[in-house]
T-cell receptor, first 115, second 114 residues
Framework: AQTVTQSQPEMSVQEAETVTLSCTYD???????LFWYKQPPSRQMILVIR??????QNATENRFSVNFQKAAKSFSLKISDSQLGDAAMYFC????????????FGTGTRLTIIP | NAGVTQTPKFRVLKTGQSMTLLCAQD?????MYWYRQDPGMGLRLIHY???????AKGEVPDGYNVSRLKKQNFLLGLESAAPSQTSVYFC?????????????FGDGTRLSIL
C-alpha cells in the first residue's frame, strides 16, 4: 500500500521569504500523480500544484514550485515570496495512475507566516 | 456559480441516529467523492461515484452508504451513527479522474456523534 509522510508538523517563515515543505512517499508503482493541497482556516481544500511521475520537469505555479525526486521518492513544495495568505495546512497527496480513485494524503504541515 | 455545496455545515447526533449529508455541484462534473478528515490526519476516501447511478467504495466505507440518483447530487448516509464517525466530512467533484482533472472541494460538514 502507498504511504505519504510529511515529517514537519509545523513550519514558519518570515513574510517575503522562501520556505520548503517536505514530503516523501512509498510506492512500488512507476506511474502516478503527486499533489500539494492547501487547507486554510476556512477548511476548503485547494489544489496548489500537481506533478505527473513520468514528467521529469518539476511543476511550477507562480510562487509555488516542487522538487520531484522520483528515485528518492521525494516531493517537496517551495513557496517563494511568502505572503500572509499562504498561512494554512498543506497536505501532500498521492494517486496511482491506474486502478481506483484513491487519493492518499499525508498528515499535513501547518505553515505560519510571520509578518 | 456556487461550485460544490455541502448541507448541513454542522450537525450533532446521538449514537444510533441516522442522517444524510447532501453534496451538490453545479459544474456538470462526472466524478464525485466523499472524504472524512480526522484530527492530525489527511483526508480519507469513503465512497466515490464516476457518474450518475454509479457508486464505488473507497478506503473507509464501513458504516456509510451513498447514492447518486442525479448527476449533480451525491448523498452520504449514516444509518446508525457511532462516535467513531465524529469527523469533518468533505465532498469533492471533478470532470474526470483525479490527476487528469482538478478536484473542487466543498467547505466541509462538521459532524459530532454523542
Amino acid at each position: 500500500a502507498q504511504t505519504v509522510t510529511q515529517s514537519q508538523p509545523e513550519m514558519s517563515v518570515q513574510e517575503a521569504e522562501t520556505v520548503t515543505l517536505s514530503c516523501t512517499y512509498d510506492t512500488s508503482e512507476s506511474d502516478y500523480y503527486l499533489f500539494w493541497y492547501k487547507q486554510p482556516p476556512s477548511r476548503q481544500m485547494i489544489l496548489v500544484i500537481r506533478q505527473e511521475a513520468y514528467k521529469q520537469q518539476n511543476a511550477t505555479e507562480n510562487r509555488f514550485s516542487v522538487n520531484f525526486q522520483k528515485a528518492a521518492k521525494s516531493f517537496s513544495l517551495k513557496i517563494s515570496d511568502s505572503q500572509l495568505g499562504d498561512a494554512a495546512m498543506y497536505f501532500c497527496a498521492y494517486r496511482s495512475a491506474g486502478g481506483n480513485e484513491k487519493l492518499t494524503f499525508g498528515t499535513g504541515t501547518r505553515l505560519t507566516i510571520i509578518p | 456559480n456556487a461550485g460544490v455545496t455541502q448541507t448541513p455545515k454542522f450537525r450533532v447526533l446521538k449514537t444510533g441516529q441516522s442522517m444524510t449529508l447532501l453534496c451538490a455541484q453545479d459544474m456538470n462534473h462526472e466524478y464525485m467523492y466523499w472524504y472524512r478528515q480526522d484530527p492530525g490526519m489527511g483526508l480519507r476516501l469513503i465512497h466515490y461515484s464516476v457518474g450518475e447511478g454509479t457508486t464505488a467504495k473507497g478506503e473507509v466505507p464501513d458504516g456509510y452508504n451513498v447514492s447518486r440518483l442525479k448527476k449533480q447530487n451525491f448523498l452520504l448516509g449514516l444509518e446508525s451513527a457511532a462516535p467513531s464517525q465524529t469527523s469533518v466530512y468533505f465532498c469533492a467533484s471533478s470532470y474526470g479522474r483525479i490527476g487528469n482533472q482538478p478536484q473542487h472541494f466543498g467547505d466541509g460538514t462538521r459532524l459530532s456523534i454523542l
